[in-house]
C-alpha cells in the first residue's frame, strides 16, 4: 500500500484550518447532503463523516440529530475536531484511521465524504479500497456521498491563490503544477499567520489526484456500491465535463 498525501498534510495547518475556512458554509453543505439522502430514498440516522477534518461538517449534522463519527488520516486534524467537539458539548467520537483501511463492518447508515477528500487519494488501486472500505463500513441499502475534484478543475489549477496584504491574520501564496500524465496536481503553500505582533511562518505541499467519472463509476460497481446519481455539486442536475466539482450519490447492494 503505498503512503497516502494526507499523511503529511494538514499537520502543521491544522489549528489555523477552522480560520482559513471561515466562510465555508457547512450547514449549506449539511442541507444539500440531505437533499441527496432523499434522493438516494434514504432516512440515514448513523453517518461516517469520512475525513472528517476539524469536524465542522460533521457537528452540523450532529446539530440535526444524526448519531456521527469521524475519520481522519491526519492526527492533528482529529485532535481539532475532538477539541472542536468539545468547545460544543457535542458528541462526535473521531478516529485516526486511513480511509482506504478503515475499522468498521456494518456500522452506519450512511458514509459521506466531502470537499475534495477522495483527491488525495493519488492512485487508482487506493481509490478502489478507499470504496470498497465504505462500502464494507455501511449497512445493507447505505447510502456513500462523496465530492471530488474533477480533472477539468485541477488541470485549470484552481489551487493557484494567494491572500497577502489583507488585513487577515492567515496569508497564504499556493502554487498548483499539473501533470497531464499522471493527472496530479502538485499544489506548494506558504502560510503566514500574524497575532499580536508576531508571525508564524510554514510551509505544505499537498498532492491530489483527478479522477475521470468513468474511472470513478467503474470502481463503485467493483465494490457492490449502485451509481444513483453524480451531479455537479450542490445541484441534482447531471454532471457535466466542464464542472470544477462533482458529487456522487451511490447505495450498497
Not at 456521527?68 to 473521531?94: H, I
Not at 474533477?150 to 496569508?171: C, I, N, P, W, Y
Not at 499539473?178 to 497575532?195: E, G, H, K, N, Q
Request: charged letters at 30%; aromatic letters at 12%; hydrophobic letters at 40%.
Amino acid at each position: 500500500m503505498s503512503r497516502p498525501i494526507g499523511e503529511v498534510a494538514f499537520g502543521e495547518l491544522a489549528p489555523y484550518y477552522d480560520y482559513l475556512m471561515r466562510q465555508i458554509p457547512y450547514e449549506r453543505w449539511a442541507d444539500y447532503v440531505e437533499d441527496l439522502f432523499l434522493l438516494g430514498r434514504r432516512e440515514p440516522r448513523s453517518i461516517l463523516d469520512l475525513c472528517c477534518g476539524t469536524g465542522r461538517f460533521g457537528l452540523a449534522m450532529v446539530r440535526r440529530g444524526y448519531k456521527v463519527v469521524g475519520a481522519d488520516l491526519s492526527y492533528p486534524m482529529v485532535r481539532q475536531a475532538v477539541a472542536n467537539a468539545r468547545d460544543e458539548g457535542a458528541s462526535l467520537p473521531v478516529v485516526n484511521a486511513d480511509a482506504r483501511a478503515l475499522p468498521f463492518e456494518r456500522e452506519f447508515d450512511a458514509v459521506v465524504s466531502v470537499y475534495d477528500s477522495l483527491n488525495y487519494i493519488i492512485d487508482e488501486s487506493g481509490l478502489l479500497l478507499a470504496c470498497e472500505s465504505a462500502a464494507r463500513a455501511l449497512l445493507p441499502r447505505g447510502l456513500f456521498v462523496f465530492d471530488v475534484n474533477t480533472v477539468t478543475a485541477l488541470r485549470e489549477e484552481l489551487f493557484t491563490q494567494s491572500r497577502t496584504g489583507s488585513s487577515d491574520k492567515l496569508h497564504y501564496e499556493w502554487r498548483s503544477q499539473w501533470d497531464p500524465v499522471t493527472r496530479l496536481s502538485t499544489i506548494r503553500m506558504a502560510f503566514t499567520w500574524r497575532d499580536e505582533g508576531r508571525d508564524h511562518t510554514f510551509e505544505e505541499t499537498h498532492v491530489q489526484r483527478g479522477y475521470d467519472d468513468d474511472e470513478i463509476r467503474d470502481t463503485l460497481g467493483r465494490v457492490g456500491l449502485r451509481l444513483v446519481g453524480a451531479f455537479r455539486a450542490y445541484t441534482t442536475r447531471p454532471l457535466t465535463e466542464d464542472v470544477s466539482r462533482a458529487f456522487y450519490l451511490a447505495v450498497k447492494r
